[in-house]
Nanobody, 122 residues
Framework: QVQLVESGGGLVQAGGSLRLSCAASGRTFSTYAMGWTRQAPGKEREFVALISRSGGSTAYADSVKGRFTISRDNAKNTVYLQMNSLTPDDTAVYYC???????????????WGQGTQVTVSS
């Protein structure tokens, strides 16, 4: 079992930046790939970014590529999402998740955090 706690969400103006963090419990953190997903009001949860166990490989949704950066610190059991050039379309609840699969299909993600709200004003 892995427990995940996200933080760092908030209200920001369009063009601004936020850095999300996700702290994981358990000594098996480094054995999982980690992902960020988001869910906007009235929409399905969608993939945002994925990072491999070592941090050497990453993947991004086309909508965030070039603006968001995922990273991880295995010594701190933490994964981050640096979000730059935010737009109102990025407004959503952001969730981190762990997965044993290298996949952008969030159906394969095993454990989820409770989410953190990101609101981007125009």
């Amino acid at each position: 079992q892995v427990q995940l706690v996200e933080s760092g969400g908030g209200l920001v103006q369009a063009g601004g930046s936020l850095r999300l963090s996700c702290a994981a419990s358990g000594r098996t953190f480094s054995t999982y790939a980690m992902g960020w997903t988001r869910q906007a009001p009235g929409k399905e949860r969608e993939f945002v970014a994925l990072i491999s166990r070592s941090g050497g490989s990453t993947a991004y949704a086309d909508s965030v590529k070039g603006r968001f950066t995922i990273s991880r610190d295995n010594a701190k059991n933490t994964v981050y999402l640096q979000m730059n050039s935010l737009t109102p379309d990025d407004t959503a609840v952001y969730y981190c998740a762990v997965t044993r699969s290298w996949s952008v299909d969030i159906g394969f993600y095993d454990y989820w955090g409770q989410g953190t709200q990101v609101t981007v004003s125009s």
